[in-house]
């Protein structure tokens, strides 16, 4: 939370303007400057009312404390691993929050602000982390799927998902969450063809971080990635991944088109992974702290108190409150996630059929009395 | 996490990547006393992956630093100690958020520079996985029912037969499973005291293929080498690749051991071998690549192409080896061996010169000789890589010292395996010292695209006639120092008359070093 109480200064208005490794940015649909300036873009208006701007100021804060703790646990032994959000919670929040009822949403592994705004509980995201389940939220209820750790898959599944709702006659659109480093994959590009044949109401949604795992996005695409869609046949648009309003506007319009019938449209949002690719990973090794710190400079959350500060909208007391909730949060997370009991490693028995079958009753018989074989402890 | 007693907690060493089984404590954040919040960090520790800070999880006093800085600690091992009896045991709450943000912004930020390498994603395991210890099974009888452990739930599976010699049985079908199965019955074996363990296991021959990874039997494969047999000294008798490189090379101890006759024959289980004939006089196979691929290519071509006629001339060279000790001593040739060869060298330059056509190649394509304003002399050397041949790039321009440090050079450069492509393109003509070896001479075949070699053997005192007084004394057989030369030439381009005045040339230098000044 350093980051939310850092002071902002004035700096060029377009990330990666300044970042000699990255190529100029044109494009960049923004509507709340790094200086927490509302700047008006022709295409993308947001008409957009107080509670809603403190109650996305909320998700933001509230998922980076969930984020701050669940790296702490992590280091402390509590979880396998953790694939941390930070620096990317505008992306996230702003997607999340511009789905509507009935809407679907396809996570990668790192969507804990997305399944945030769909209203999965923060523990059974920790669950998952832990390794003591393999993802307990209902995703036909929530509108979110489960975590897809295989990069790109999940472009295929909201396809496939998407082309259904499409003969349901639904008036529903799909979300599909990526990364830059997935649209090297073969998958993406497959779902993205499939996609713009059928005219699926799907949206791809890239958090273009700017590394896959060590790998900077220029090694990848000699394009702005937003430029590829152009090549599979709809629409590309750049957003200021750090800018939650700039991301709800697109993405709410992206959206409603698919639910129109447009089909697809690709959303590059450009943003920074200010933590390390997972735990175990050390960002160290691969890139400059400069960079880092510039990208502290176009924090998301700072951008919006910033906005939320001079315009009145909120006071030092509502960044108080959220602060203190965040820290109840966190307290949650934290006794909840070490509180956990083992999993019966019978369980996973339990639910690959809906009716247990023959074979695998045998197999669960096996496997409990192989268990039982072993010197003290009942697995 | 355990607890010595009802406020102590002990923080043990986490798996911060995964799959890590130690890090280092680079440097505690704490000491003891400190009183320390949830989150704070405590130590800053490196692993194989990354160097990471661990937050305290409990808030408290520290009471005991359980490793020094710079020791690598197992993960799991208690490294800190704090008593939590100041507050809520243990703290559920969080600490104020002022108070954790410092390991919050630390986290996954830069850290100091000067780490050690790390990975990224996924590593291996450094060290072995552990096996819980397993409930002895009730032994039922019959030693020849694989362990109780093997098979699913102690029931023996009859897809996996008994492996081990010592275990025939009824129900024993080659076994299709690879090698974790088999790994497992030999531990299985391993622990239960059974004598008969890696061997057996490795070398049931004809019911089970011998173990070795993939990639060792490709290797074996590659080389020629029988795994069955191949007596593996890994892990329950797994063949290693150093297990291949050793019977490759025909080490006796490598071969699996043979039964001696009567004693074991009898035993259907133990046939290593010996019964299919493959004894003693085996055979080994070697893959033709690299430097013994591109001489035989090279040889067959020349043998194939240059109609090869080899004249053999014998030398007294003993005045040559008088002149060789003086010349060794005059300070221009300081710091350079004076050797026979470079005195072959200067003949054969000295030689050529006075017969271009020997230092010319033929143009097919073009239906033309090419003589050479340039000698660019090759030597043909023995290497650890096998043979190859650099030459010294104009030659004939070199000064005698030049020449003699050239051909160290260059000799020096082969024997360590670092000649260039470059230095052994563009020969013009050849030398080749078999003297070095002791033998007297031989019919040495072309460096294709070169029309003459030079074949230079051991120099040797033998009986000689030899006429004192410059030739013109009486004759008197002496022991002289002689050597054989012979030179192979290509007869399309050099007839008999000129490859005999070449090889006199060079022959009467050699005799007589001071016809060089006639040359």
Same mark, same amino acid.
């Given at each position: 939370?350093?980051?939310?109480?850092?002071?902002?200064?004035?700096?060029?208005?377009?990330?990666?303007?300044?970042?000699?490794?990255?190529?100029?940015?044109?494009?960049?649909?923004?509507?709340?400057?790094?200086?927490?300036?509302?700047?008006?873009?022709?295409?993308?208006?947001?008409?957009?009312?107080?509670?809603?701007?403190?109650?996305?100021?909320?998700?933001?804060?509230?998922?980076?404390?969930?984020?701050?703790?669940?790296?702490?646990?992590?280091?402390?032994?509590?979880?396998?691993?953790?694939?941390?959000?930070?620096?990317?919670?505008?992306?996230?929040?702003?997607?999340?929050?511009?789905?509507?009822?009935?809407?679907?949403?396809?996570?990668?592994?790192?969507?804990?602000?997305?399944?945030?705004?769909?209203?999965?509980?923060?523990?059974?995201?920790?669950?998952?982390?832990?390794?003591?389940?393999?993802?307990?939220?209902?995703?036909?209820?929530?509108?979110?799927?489960?975590?897809?750790?295989?990069?790109?898959?999940?472009?295929?599944?909201?396809?496939?998902?998407?082309?259904?709702?499409?003969?349901?006659?639904?008036?529903?659109?799909?979300?599909?969450?990526?990364?830059?480093?997935?649209?090297?994959?073969?998958?993406?590009?497959?779902?993205?063809?499939?996609?713009?044949?059928?005219?699926?109401?799907?949206?791809?949604?890239?958090?273009?971080?700017?590394?896959?795992?060590?790998?900077?996005?220029?090694?990848?695409?000699?394009?702005?990635?937003?430029?590829?869609?152009?090549?599979?046949?709809?629409?590309?648009?750049?957003?200021?991944?750090?800018?939650?309003?700039?991301?709800?506007?697109?993405?709410?319009?992206?959206?409603?088109?698919?639910?129109?019938?447009?089909?697809?449209?690709?959303?590059?949002?450009?943003?920074?992974?200010?933590?390390?690719?997972?735990?175990?990973?050390?960002?160290?090794?691969?890139?400059?702290?400069?960079?880092?710190?510039?990208?502290?400079?176009?924090?998301?959350?700072?951008?919006?108190?910033?906005?939320?500060?001079?315009?009145?909208?909120?006071?030092?007391?509502?960044?108080?409150?959220?602060?203190?909730?965040?820290?109840?949060?966190?307290?949650?997370?934290?006794?909840?996630?070490?509180?956990?009991?083992?999993?019966?490693?019978?369980?996973?028995?339990?639910?690959?059929?809906?009716?247990?079958?023959?074979?695998?009753?045998?197999?669960?018989?096996?496997?409990?009395?192989?268990?039982?074989?072993?010197?003290?402890?009942?697995? | 996490?355990?607890?010595?007693?009802?406020?102590?907690?002990?923080?043990?060493?986490?798996?911060?990547?995964?799959?890590?089984?130690?890090?280092?404590?680079?440097?505690?954040?704490?000491?003891?006393?400190?009183?320390?919040?949830?989150?704070?960090?405590?130590?800053?520790?490196? &692993? +194989?992956?990354? !160097?990471?800070?661990? *937050?305290?999880?409990?808030? %408290?006093?520290? =009471?005991?630093?359980?490793? /020094? $800085?710079?020791?690598?600690?197992?993960?799991?091992?208690?490294?800190?100690?704090?008593?939590?009896?100041?507050?809520?045991?243990?703290?559920?709450?969080?600490?104020?958020?002022?108070?954790?943000?410092?390991?919050?912004?630390?986290?996954?930020?830069?850290?100091?520079?000067?780490?050690?390498?790390?990975?990224?994603?996924?590593?291996?395991?450094?060290?072995?996985?552990?096996?819980?210890?397993?409930?002895?099974?009730?032994?039922?009888?019959?030693?020849?029912?694989?362990?109780?452990?093997?098979?699913?739930?102690?029931?023996?599976?009859?897809?996996?037969?008994?492996?081990?010699? &010592? +275990?025939?049985? !009824?129900?024993?079908? *080659?076994?299709?499973?690879? %090698?974790?199965? =088999?790994?497992?019955?030999? /531990? $299985?074996?391993?622990?239960?005291?059974?004598?008969?363990?890696?061997?057996?296991?490795?070398?049931?021959?004809?019911?089970?293929?011998?173990?070795?990874?993939?990639?060792?039997?490709?290797?074996?494969?590659?080389?020629?080498?029988?795994?069955?047999?191949?007596?593996?000294?890994?892990?329950?008798?797994?063949?290693?690749?150093?297990?291949?490189?050793?019977?490759?090379?025909?080490?006796?101890?490598?071969?699996?051991?043979?039964?001696?006759?009567?004693?074991?024959?009898?035993?259907?289980?133990?046939?290593?071998?010996?019964?299919?004939?493959?004894?003693?006089?085996?055979?080994?196979?070697?893959?033709?690549?690299?430097?013994?691929?591109?001489?035989?290519?090279?040889?067959?071509?020349?043998?194939?192409?240059?109609?090869?006629?080899?004249?053999?001339?014998?030398?007294?060279?003993?005045?040559?080896?008088?002149?060789?000790?003086?010349?060794?001593?005059?300070?221009?040739?300081?710091?350079?061996?004076?050797?026979?060869?470079?005195?072959?060298?200067?003949?054969?330059?000295?030689?050529?010169?006075?017969?271009?056509?020997?230092?010319?190649?033929?143009?097919?394509?073009?239906?033309?000789?090419?003589?050479?304003?340039?000698?660019?002399?090759?030597?043909?050397?023995?290497?650890?890589?096998?043979?190859?041949?650099?030459?010294?790039?104009?030659?004939?321009?070199?000064?005698?010292?030049?020449?003699?440090?050239?051909?160290?050079?260059?000799?020096?450069?082969?024997?360590?395996?670092?000649?260039?492509?470059?230095?052994?393109?563009?020969?013009?003509?050849?030398?080749?010292?078999?003297?070095?070896?002791?033998?007297?001479?031989?019919?040495?075949?072309?460096?294709?695209?070169?029309?003459?070699?030079?074949?230079?053997?051991?120099?040797?005192?033998?009986?000689?006639?030899?006429?004192?007084?410059?030739?013109?004394?009486?004759?008197?057989?002496?022991?002289?120092?002689?050597?054989?030369?012979?030179?192979?030439?290509?007869?399309?381009?050099?007839?008999?008359?000129?490859?005999?005045?070449?090889?006199?040339?060079?022959?009467?230098?050699?005799?007589?070093?001071?016809?060089?000044?006639?040359?």
């Amino acid at each position: 939370m350093t980051a939310l109480r850092q002071a902002t200064e004035v700096v060029d208005p377009v990330p990666g303007a300044g970042a000699p490794h990255l190529p100029q940015q044109p494009d960049l649909v923004q509507l709340l400057s790094p200086e927490g300036e509302r700047v008006e873009h022709p295409d993308y208006s947001l008409d957009i009312g107080d509670d809603e701007l403190r109650a996305l100021y909320r998700d933001l804060a509230l998922v980076r404390r969930w984020d701050i703790e669940a790296t702490a646990l992590q280091r402390q032994g509590e979880l396998g691993i953790w694939a941390s959000l930070l620096g990317q919670e505008a992306a996230q929040v702003g997607a999340g929050r511009a789905m509507a009822d009935g809407d679907m949403a396809f996570p990668t592994y790192r969507e804990h602000g997305v399944a945030w705004t769909r209203g999965v509980d923060p523990l059974q995201v920790m669950g998952l982390f832990r390794g003591v389940d393999s993802g307990g939220w209902d995703p036909l209820a929530l509108g979110f799927n489960l975590y897809t750790i295989v990069i790109g898959a999940q472009c295929l599944h909201a396809t496939g998902y998407a082309m259904g709702v499409q003969r349901d006659g639904a008036e529903s659109a799909v979300l599909a969450f990526l990364g830059d480093g997935a649209t090297s994959q073969g998958e993406v590009n497959e779902a993205m063809i499939f996609a713009a044949s059928f005219s699926a109401p799907v949206v791809f949604f890239c958090q273009n971080n700017q590394y896959a795992i060590s790998v900077p996005l220029e090694r990848q695409s000699k394009v702005p990635l937003f430029q590829r869609a152009a090549g599979f046949g709809f629409p590309g648009v750049r957003v200021d991944g750090n800018d939650v309003l700039a991301v709800l506007a697109v993405t709410r319009a992206a959206l409603a088109a698919a639910r129109e019938g447009q089909g697809p449209t690709f959303i590059e949002a450009f943003t920074y992974r200010m933590g390390a690719h997972t735990t175990s990973d050390d960002p160290t090794r691969y890139r400059l702290a400069s960079e880092l710190e510039e990208w502290k400079l176009r924090d998301p959350i700072a951008r919006l108190k910033a906005h939320l500060s001079r315009s009145g909208i909120a006071d030092a007391a509502f960044f108080d409150s959220v602060d203190a909730e965040g820290d109840e949060l966190a307290a949650r997370i934290r006794s909840g996630t070490v509180d956990m009991p083992d999993p019966d490693p019978a369980g996973m028995f339990d639910h690959v059929y809906e009716e247990q079958t023959p074979t695998l009753a045998a197999q669960r018989a096996e496997f409990v009395e192989y268990h039982a074989s072993f010197e003290g402890g009942e697995h | 996490m355990t607890s010595p007693s009802a406020t102590l907690r002990q923080f043990k060493l986490p798996d911060v990547g995964e799959g890590l089984t130690e890090g280092e404590i680079l440097q505690w954040l704490v000491a003891v006393g400190d009183t320390v919040t949830v989150n704070q960090p405590l130590c800053e520790v490196e &692993t +194989a992956k990354a !160097a990471v800070e661990l *937050p305290s999880p409990y808030a %408290g006093t520290v =009471v005991e630093l359980l490793f /020094e $800085a710079g020791t690598m600690v197992d993960v799991g091992a208690p490294i800190i100690t704090i008593d939590v009896s100041g507050g809520a045991v243990p703290p559920p709450a969080g600490p104020s958020a002022a108070e954790a943000e410092p390991a919050a912004g630390l986290i996954g930020g830069p850290a100091p520079g000067g780490r050690t390498s790390v990975l990224v994603g996924y590593g291996p395991r450094n060290t072995d996985a552990k096996r819980r210890p397993r409930r002895v099974p009730v032994a039922e009888g019959a030693t020849d029912v694989p362990d109780a452990a093997d098979g699913p739930a102690g029931r023996p599976d009859p897809e996996v037969a008994p492996l081990l010699p &010592t +275990a025939p049985d !009824a129900r024993t079908k *080659p076994v299709r499973h690879g %090698g974790l199965e =088999v790994g497992r019955q030999a /531990e $299985a074996h391993a622990l239960r005291g059974d004598a008969a363990t890696s061997h057996g296991v490795a070398h049931g021959r004809g019911r089970l293929r011998p173990l070795a990874k993939p990639p060792v039997r490709k290797y074996a494969k590659d080389l020629g080498v029988d795994l069955a047999m191949v007596t593996g000294s890994g892990d329950g008798g797994v063949i290693t690749r150093a297990d291949v490189d050793a019977a490759a090379s025909g080490t006796a101890s490598a071969l699996a051991p043979r039964p001696a006759s009567g004693t074991e024959s009898g035993e259907p289980g133990r046939a290593f071998g010996t019964e299919s004939g493959s004894g003693a006089g085996g055979e080994e196979r070697i893959p033709i690549k690299g430097v013994r691929k591109h001489t035989a290519a090279a040889m067959v071509a020349s043998a194939f192409t240059a109609p090869h006629v080899t004249e053999f001339l014998a030398v007294d060279v003993t005045r040559m080896m008088k002149l060789r000790t003086r010349l060794a001593a005059r300070p221009e040739l300081a710091g350079v061996k004076v050797s026979p060869l470079l005195f072959v060298a200067r003949a054969l330059l000295l030689a050529a010169r006075r017969h271009p056509m020997v230092n010319s190649s033929w143009d097919e394509a073009a239906q033309e000789i090419v003589i050479k304003e340039y000698v660019n002399l090759g030597i043909a050397a023995a290497t650890p890589r096998g043979l190859v041949v650099p030459n010294i790039k104009d030659a004939g321009r070199l000064s005698l010292a030049e020449l003699a440090a050239a051909i160290g050079e260059l000799t020096e450069t082969a024997r360590a395996g670092k000649t260039s492509p470059a230095d052994m393109s563009g020969g013009t003509i050849t030398i080749t010292n078999v003297g070095v070896f002791g033998v007297d001479t031989g019919t040495p075949i072309l460096n294709p695209g070169e029309s003459a070699i030079l074949c230079f053997g051991a120099i040797r005192e033998l009986p000689w006639v030899h006429r004192g007084g410059s030739g013109g004394g009486k004759p008197k057989i002496v022991p002289r120092q002689v050597t054989q030369l012979s030179l192979s030439f290509d007869h399309r381009i050099i007839d008999g008359e000129l490859g005999s005045r070449f090889l006199a040339d060079v022959g009467a230098i050699l005799h007589d070093p001071g016809a060089a000044l006639a040359f």
